[in-house]
């Protein structure tokens, strides 16, 4: 299914596709979902067999500066340190009328855009953006 719920003391949460709902109590809140985590890499084709290995891992795109590694709840991006400046978090946004104004937007080569931007201590944030067409190309 493409949804799940959890439960604990004090509320439960509905996942369904890039959005999280919460109640507690009355009150309804829509949390941001984290689309994926970058992580700076010596070596694209050690790091992948390594996350291959160690958490079952697939590679589901990949170039020579990236390997986009799905897990069960999210994707790991391995990415090229001799070409990428940050380690990061990526936010999903379901509308690019949602991408931060601020920051650096990139159009990436898979057809996603995102927008960098920093939080307040410093770790770089990336707000990720799929078009229609790119859920379709990438199979989402």
Do not use: F, H, P
């Given at each position: 299914a493409n949804y799940v719920w959890r439960w604990s003391l004090r509320y439960f949460c509905f996942f369904h596709y890039?959005?999280?709902y919460c109640w507690y109590g009355r009150l309804i809140e829509k949390m941001k979902t984290i689309d994926h985590i970058a992580l700076l890499v010596d070596n694209l084709e050690e790091s992948q067999k390594w996350?291959?290995?160690n958490l079952d891992a697939v590679c589901i795109f990949n170039d020579k500066f990236y390997r986009?590694?799905?897990?069960?709840?999210?994707?790991?991006?391995?990415?090229?340190?001799n070409r990428y400046d940050h380690n990061h978090v990526?936010?999903?946004?379901?509308?690019e009328e949602k991408l931060p104004k601020e920051g650096k937007r990139v159009e990436h080569r898979d057809g996603t855009i995102g927008v960098y931007t920093f939080d307040n201590s410093g770790h770089c944030v990336e707000f990720i953006y799929y078009s229609t067409?790119?859920?379709?190309?990438?199979?989402?």
């Open positions: 890039s959005y999280v996350y291959e290995d986009r590694m799905q897990v069960s709840n999210t994707t790991i991006a391995l990415i090229c340190k990526g936010i999903l946004v379901d509308s067409e790119v859920k379709k190309k990438l199979d989402i």
